[in-house]
């Protein structure tokens, strides 16, 4: 299947499902102005979006969108080891009363070593974070993709790195 074709099947899985969730919201793409309760935009933030939103319409737009773009994502690099994703994979223990932290401490630590010589074992999962979540993440959230250049959504907004 083509990139094109695999994104659209995506995009309109992902509109799908949040348009199924209902329910009241405060505005996710830093809108506002509105006189009633607003659905979450069903896609990517705004620049500067994410970081005006409040804790709710922050965790309505991860449940909504972000977690199940994710989801197909995972499946589709391994549904197998990834059959089961949910707000616990990457915020830990502490997304079910929201007390986690970003970065997670909790998921796997980054070395320098492992981008510059990594395990044979280790390529497939680091090319996959690389190539689809870093820059899917960072389109999600409105943000840049960080770079070695430029600043923005990088591995380190949920991976801890050791010195």
């Not at 969108?65 to 391994?78: G, R, S």
């Amino acid at each position: 299947m083509s990139i094109v074709n695999h994104r659209s099947i995506l995009i309109a899985i992902t509109l799908m499902l949040a348009a199924g969730c209902g329910g009241k919201s405060t505005p996710a793409g830093g809108g506002g102005g509105g006189t009633g309760p607003t659905e979450p935009t069903p896609g990517p933030l705004a620049p500067g979006a994410w970081e005006s939103m409040d804790h709710e319409a922050r965790a309505e737009f991860m449940g909504k969108v972000v977690l199940p773009t994710m989801q197909a994502e995972f499946k589709a690099f391994d549904g197998t080891k990834y059959a089961e994703i949910e707000c616990k994979t990457c915020h830990g223990k502490g997304a079910e009363d929201h007390s986690f932290e970003m970065p997670n401490a909790d998921l796997p630590v980054l070395t320098m070593e492992l981008f510059t010589n990594p395990p044979e074992e280790d390529k497939a999962i680091i090319e996959f974070m690389s190539t689809k979540v870093k820059p899917g993440m960072a389109k999600l959230l409105g943000m840049p993709e960080k770079t070695q250049t430029e600043d923005g959504f990088g591995c380190t907004h949920c991976h801890t790195m050791k010195e």
